[in-house]
Each structure stands twice: as C-alpha cells, then as structure tokens.
C-alpha cells in the first residue's frame, strides 16, 4: 500500500534571479578592461582642454622614439660641473668636503681628553677623601698595567719565531710606556695625600 502522501509532488525551492550575479561579473570585467586598456598618457586631464595636444605634438617632435611616446611634464635643470663650485678652505679639507653639523673628519688617533679640573673643597677633610678616590682609581690603573707587563714578558718567552718576537717588541714600548706613567701618577697623588695630611 501507498501512503497518501507519496502522490504529492514537492515543488523546487525557488531560485534567485540571475541578474544580480550578471550585474557583478560584468562589472569586474569592465573594470579590467578600463585598466589594461585605458590610454598610458591622458594629457587633458593635466594640461587643461588645449594641453593635451600641444603637449602630444611636442612630445612627436622629440629626438628619439622614446620620447616620441611619452609626455615630459617637468624640464631638466641646468646644474653646475662638481669642480666649478668655488672651493674655500672653510669648507674644504684636503680629504673631502667638511660637514658643519658634524666636524672635520678624524684620521688619526682621538685627542687626549682635557685635563680634569680639581674642584674647590670646603673642608680639608674632603679633599682627602677627594684624592683618596683617585688613589683607588690609579691604583686599579696601575695594578692593570703591571698584569699587562707581566702578560707581555710571559708572552715573549713562549714565542716561536722571529717575527712574534717582533711584533711582542714593537707593543713592549707602548705598554711600559702605559705602565710608568701609571706609576708617576699613583706617586703625584700619594705626594699630594702626604702633603694634606702633613
């Protein structure tokens, strides 16, 4: 037996309009074709209604084929040879041109740094405590340049050829030199503590 529902027909759901989904594609397309095809050079809108084509006929009249398809907007500069600039020695140095912002250029080593000024003490107390800081100071100093002797002397003996032993040489002078003035300022500042204390 049937069942008196399976007679029924179902009916399809009822579908959109086509239209909107035309609508949208053809859109896109005419969107791609404006941008592949649109004209590279569209002179009216820059130079007014009667630019556009004088600057057409001049870009024609250009020497070369390259020139003969676009449109120059902006004309080139005269601009002056590198060496007919006037060179002063206010603004030149033998090895280039100086930066006021920043300064002659540095080829060598730094300048020494200034020489420290000794504040003014209210107290004698003070200025021994003052001096006993640098005495700490120099003696660190002093303490790091006797390990740098040491480390060059052990460093000389352990070398193997001639031309170690050379160049150990040619850093011992810089490194006693280090190393004594190291000293006479850990000397000046006891001197100067000896004198305080009297």
Same mark, same amino acid.
């Given at each position: 037996?049937?069942?008196p529902?399976?007679?029924?027909?179902?009916?399809?759901?009822?579908?959109?309009?086509?239209?909107?989904?035309?609508?949208?594609?053809?859109? %896109?397309?005419?969107?791609?074709?404006?941008?592949?095809?649109?004209?590279?050079?569209?002179?009216?809108?820059?130079?007014?209604?009667? @630019? @556009?084509?004088?600057?057409?006929?001049?870009?024609?009249?250009?020497?070369?084929?390259?020139?003969?398809?676009?449109?120059?907007?902006?004309?080139a500069?005269?601009?002056?040879k590198?060496?007919? &600039?006037?060179?002063?020695?206010?603004?030149?140095?033998?090895?280039?041109?100086? #930066?006021?912002?920043? @300064?002659?250029?540095?080829?060598?080593?730094?300048?020494?740094?200034?020489?420290?000024? %000794?504040?003014?003490?209210?107290?004698?107390?003070?200025? %021994?405590?003052?001096?006993e800081?640098?005495?700490?100071?120099?003696?660190?100093?002093? #303490?790091?340049?006797?390990?740098f002797?040491? &480390?060059? $002397?052990?460093?000389?003996?352990?070398?193997?050829?001639?031309?170690?032993?050379e160049?150990?040489?040619?850093?011992?002078?810089?490194?006693e030199? $280090?190393?004594?003035?190291?000293?006479?300022?850990?000397?000046?500042?006891?001197k100067?503590?000896?004198?305080?204390?009297?």
């Open positions: 037996m049937t069942s529902n399976s007679h029924q027909t179902e009916t399809p759901e009822e579908e959109g309009s086509p239209l909107p989904a035309l609508l949208a594609g053809g859109a %896109i397309i005419a969107i791609f074709a404006a941008i592949i095809f649109w004209p590279a050079g569209d002179t009216a809108t820059y130079n007014g209604p009667a @630019g @556009g084509v004088q600057a057409e006929q001049s870009a024609v009249q250009g020497s070369s084929p390259k020139a003969s398809r676009r449109t120059a907007r902006v004309e500069r005269a601009m002056d590198p060496a007919a &600039r006037e060179q002063t020695s206010a603004t030149r140095t033998a090895a280039g041109v100086v #930066n006021p912002k920043i @300064g002659p250029m540095i080829t060598g080593m730094a300048p020494p740094p200034p020489p420290e000024e %000794i504040p003014e003490f209210s107290s004698k107390t003070e200025e %021994i405590v003052y001096w800081r640098k005495l700490q100071v120099a003696t660190r100093a002093l #303490n790091d340049r006797s390990t002797v040491d &480390r060059l $002397n052990r460093i000389s003996s352990d070398a193997e050829d001639s031309q170690e032993r160049l150990i040489e040619s850093r011992r002078a810089a490194v030199r $280090n190393y004594e003035s190291a000293r006479t300022k850990v000397k000046t500042i006891e100067r503590l000896e004198e305080l204390r009297g």
